[in-house]
Structures are given as C-alpha cells and as structure tokens.
C-alpha cells in the first residue's frame, strides 16, 4: 500500500506561483506513474497533469499547458508541481495520485490506485 501526503498549497494573488509537493511511503515510488488531478466545490475531480515512470514524459491539461510544471524526484519519493501565473479558475483541491504501469490514459482518475488527501490551492484576484 502507498500513502501519499501533499504539502505547500495556499492562498496567493493571481499571477503568483505556487509549488505543491506530495511525497508518497514505500519503496515502489518509481513503478508508479504520478498525477495531479484538481477538484472546486461544485464540479467533478479534473485531470491537470502526470509524469511517467522515469520522469522523462510528462503531459498536461490544455488549462494549465506552460504554465505548470510536473516533475519528480525517486530518491526522495516525492512528486512536485510547479503553478506559474496562476488565475482564479485554478483554486481547488488539488491531489496526487498513483497509477500502476505506464501512462496510457493518463487523464483518467479510475484508473489510479492511490490518492492523496488533497491540498486546496486558492488564487484571489
């Protein structure tokens, strides 16, 4: 079993950045493909971003395309997510998640084991 615990979020103006961090137990970090999906009060879970394996594929929602950053660090069992220019729009809960395998349909939730307790970022404006 994986526990996964975010950190960093917070309350910053728009156009402000933010990083989030989630660092994940066990020794099986590196198998794990990693996402960041986001919930607001009022609308479903959204897929934002995921890193493979290795750290050298990486994918995003168009939302947030060159504005957030995903990487990883396997030594130290953490996933980051870097949030430059942020809006109003990104203020949510955001989680990190574990996928089994690849990254094939990334952007789909169902599809990932773990999850943390979530982090909630707001952005005033």
């Known amino acids: 079993q994986v526990q996964l615990v975010e950190s960093g979020g917070g309350l910053v103006q728009a156009g402000g950045s933010l990083r989030v961090s989630c660092a994940a137990s066990?020794?099986?970090?590196?198998?794990?493909?990693m996402g960041w999906f986001r919930q607001a009060p009022g609308k479903e879970r959204e897929f934002v971003t995921a890193i493979s394996r290795s750290g050298g594929s990486t994918y995003y929602a168009d939302s947030v395309k060159g504005r957030f950053t995903i990487s990883r660090d396997n030594a130290k069992n953490t996933v980051y997510l870097q949030m430059n220019s942020l809006k109003p729009e990104d203020t949510a809960a955001y989680y990190c998640?574990?996928?089994?395998?690849?990254?094939?349909?990334?952007?789909?939730?169902?599809?990932?084991?773990?999850w943390g307790q979530g982090t909630q970022v707001t952005v005033s404006s």
């Open positions: 066990g020794r099986t970090f590196s198998s794990y493909t």
């Open positions: 998640a574990t996928k089994s395998g690849g990254p094939s349909y990334y952007s789909n939730p169902r599809l990932y084991d773990y």
